[in-house]
């Protein structure tokens, strides 16, 4: 009997809800297992917790038939699953099937549809960039290896579009599949390409990469286990010579109170500023993180009049209304000092340089070690 496009779909999506079910079992102590080990979301985890931040236990295959259904499924039905695709002939692909996010009310899916109005520091600026550039044409300058082989933790269309050498390939890896839809600039064939993964189980071989770029991408993640784990993961797939450009967020040295932010609102150099002085702020320490959910409850609590604000500013009201994709998400983002971010990373690897330290966004380039220690 053949079936449509449909109903093959709604076949296996109850398959892989009991796929799924069944496997919810399973112990989900992941820190004592191998993090090189890929592994599938479960489809009961929160659609909220950063992309590429969390690790769940590796389940068994479904039946051959699901698989079949759902490979087949795949072809009409892309927002049903997304498989890991071939980068190179160097690729490690998994041969699992990863369901995507589809929680609509999540903050990564408000994120990537407001994503356009984010500004600096949350997003990179142009003087940033042209650093970056200029990171990875050193670089590729002095390794005169093509095509030079990269990887980005994310979907930062401002990197993505950048200045790469001639003959470059990069591959973006990203958790979320409503970021990916809606910020990837979309592929280009030997040039580009994403897929949804794990940056905590990298779709790449061991030493099989140039360049591992990330732009915030640490903050996402939990502090020390999963700062230690990313480190480790991209030591893994660099090569020997290949480097880590990290743009990551740190606490200033003289750390802020959440009313001393509200009281100089007016002094910041815009709303994401200011918004992002607040969610250092509120940190109550870096093992905590911050959660999005109480940075949104304090503003709330100030009743600040948007109108008056956009008039004394000239601030856009869509980037004040996107405080409201915080109210009751549970994502936690981390701020780490800069000497706390340091033995998280220098345990994989050398510091080759950082860029200006008095800002709240320095660019980090390292180097992997190969002494035993990154494996």
């Known amino acids: 009997?053949?079936?449509?496009?449909?109903?093959?779909?709604?076949?296996?999506?109850?398959?892989?809800?009991?796929?799924?079910?069944?496997?919810?079992?399973?112990?989900?102590?992941?820190?004592?297992?191998?993090?090189?080990?890929?592994c599938l979301p479960s489809a009961g985890r929160?659609?909220?917790?950063?992309?590429?931040?969390?690790?769940?236990?590796?389940?068994?295959?479904?039946?051959?038939l699901d698989r079949?259904?759902?490979?087949?499924?795949?072809?009409?039905?892309?927002?049903?699953?997304?498989?890991?695709?071939?980068?190179?002939?160097?690729?490690?692909?998994?041969?699992?099937?990863?369901?995507?996010?589809?929680?609509?009310?999540?903050?990564?899916?408000?994120?990537a549809h407001a994503y356009a109005s984010l500004g600096p520091p949350l997003r990179p600026s142009p003087e940033e960039i042209g650093l970056l550039e200029q990171t990875v044409a050193d670089w590729a300058s002095h390794h005169p290896r093509t095509p030079l082989r990269a990887i980005l933790l994310g979907v930062t269309p401002d990197i993505v579009r950048m200045r790469w050498p001639p003959a470059s390939?990069?591959?973006?890896?990203?958790?979320?599949?409503?970021?990916?839809?809606?910020?990837?600039?979309?592929?280009?064939?030997?040039?580009?390409?994403v897929v949804c993964g794990d940056w905590l189980t990298l779709p790449q071989k061991d030493r099989s990469c140039d360049i591992v770029v990330g732009d915030g991408s640490i903050n996402c993640l939990r502090y020390p286990d999963d700062f230690r784990m990313l480190a480790r993961q991209v030591s893994r797939v660099l090569r020997?010579?290949?480097?880590?450009?990290?743009?990551?967020?740190?606490?200033?040295?003289?750390?802020?109170?959440?009313?001393r932010v509200f009281a100089s609102i007016l002094d910041s150099l815009s709303f994401h500023h200011f918004k992002f002085r607040l969610l250092m702020a509120m940190q109550p320490g870096v093992r905590q993180g911050v959660a999005?959910?109480?940075?949104?409850?304090?503003?709330?609590?100030?009743?600040?009049?948007?109108?008056?604000?956009?008039?004394?500013?000239?601030?856009?009201?869509?980037?004040?209304?996107?405080?409201?994709?915080?109210?009751?998400?549970?994502?936690i983002h981390t701020f780490p000092a800069w000497g706390e971010l340091q033995p998280a990373l220098l345990q994989f690897f050398d510091q080759v340089s950082v860029s200006d330290m008095t800002g709240c966004c320095?660019?980090?380039?390292?180097?992997?070690?190969?002494?035993?220690?990154?494996?």
Request: glycine share 4%; charged share 30%.
């Open 169 to 193: 390939r990069l591959l973006a890896v990203d958790r979320s599949i409503e970021m990916v839809q809606a910020v990837w600039p979309g592929d280009i064939p030997e040039q580009r390409e």
């Open 46 to 64: 929160a659609c909220d917790s950063p992309a590429g931040s969390a690790q769940v236990p590796p389940v068994d295959q479904p039946p051959a």
């Open 240 to 259: 020997d010579d290949g480097i880590f450009v990290s743009r990551c967020y740190i606490q200033p040295t003289v750390l802020e109170q959440p009313e």
């Open 292 to 331: 999005v959910n109480d940075v949104y409850r304090f503003w709330s609590a100030q009743n600040v009049d948007v109108d008056s604000l956009v008039s004394r500013t000239g601030w856009d009201r869509s980037a004040i209304e996107m405080m409201d994709l915080y109210r009751d998400a549970r994502t």
């Open 1 to 38: 009997m053949r079936f449509s496009a449909h109903r093959m779909a709604e076949r296996a999506a109850e398959s892989s809800r009991l796929w799924w079910r069944r496997s919810e079992s399973r112990e989900r102590a992941r820190k004592s297992r191998d993090p090189l080990v890929p």
């Open 362 to 375: 320095p660019i980090a380039v390292l180097r992997p070690r190969r002494d035993g220690v990154a494996g």
């Open 68 to 111: 079949l259904i759902v490979a087949r499924v795949a072809e009409h039905r892309a927002s049903i699953f997304v498989r890991y695709r071939e980068f190179s002939s160097e690729v490690s692909c998994y041969d699992r099937m990863v369901q995507p996010r589809r929680c609509l009310g999540s903050y990564w899916s408000g994120l």
